[in-house]
């Protein structure tokens, strides 16, 4: 166990964080997403909902420029409940979100760095999280 870590942060985790550059991108994905087939590093956590999970990789990973965060657009457009949790949980504005078309998401979600799939049941409960400049004052918040 280490301090100040987020409990859900696994050394396999935080060792693919770590590894990632300025504007390397994770995908926080749910239970229905083509993780597997996706993937080049995958990692699971079958336990968790995909807003928990964000809410841990973003205590140490800062989002980049805008768009930060990719989330799915649902079949008609709507915002749904997870969704709302995804930008919560990213602690993004409105400006930082950017939605896109199933098939366009995964052709960004297969160029990740990593993918980390959750045990999210619901619908369209995916986000990709770009990786900021990680400053020196950073650690320091």
Same mark, same amino acid.
């Given at each position: 166990?280490?301090?100040?870590?987020?409990?859900?942060?696994?050394?396999?985790?935080?060792?693919?964080?770590?590894?990632?550059?300025?504007?390397?991108?994770?995908?926080? #994905?749910?239970?229905?997403?083509?993780?597997?087939?996706?993937?080049?590093?995958?990692?699971?956590?079958?336990?968790?909902?995909?807003?928990?999970?964000?809410?841990?990789?973003?205590?140490?990973?800062?989002?980049?420029?805008?768009?930060?965060?990719?989330?799915?657009?649902?079949?008609?457009?709507? =915002?749904? #409940?997870?969704?709302?949790?995804?930008?919560?949980? /990213?602690?993004?504005?409105? =400006?930082?979100?950017?939605?896109?078309?199933?098939?366009?998401?995964?052709?960004?979600?297969? /160029?990740?760095?990593?993918?980390?799939?959750?045990?999210?049941?619901?619908?369209?409960?995916?986000?990709?999280?770009?990786?900021?400049?990680?400053?020196?004052? /950073?650690? =320091? =918040?």
């Amino acid at each position: 166990m280490l301090t100040g870590i987020h409990p859900i942060l696994t050394g396999q985790l935080l060792a693919h964080l770590d590894a990632m550059g300025h504007s390397d991108s994770v995908v926080l #994905a749910d239970a229905h997403f083509p993780a597997e087939r996706l993937a080049s590093r995958l990692l699971t956590f079958p336990g968790l909902t995909t807003p928990d999970v964000l809410r841990a990789v973003r205590s140490v990973v800062p989002l980049d420029d805008v768009p930060s965060l990719d989330l799915m657009a649902s079949a008609d457009g709507t =915002r749904l #409940a997870v969704q709302s949790e995804l930008v919560a949980a /990213a602690g993004a504005e409105e =400006r930082d979100v950017r939605f896109l078309p199933r098939h366009e998401f995964y052709e960004l979600a297969a /160029a990740a760095y990593v993918i980390v799939r959750t045990g999210e049941t619901r619908t369209y409960g995916n986000a990709i999280l770009r990786k900021g400049v990680v400053t020196v004052d /950073a650690g =320091r =918040r």
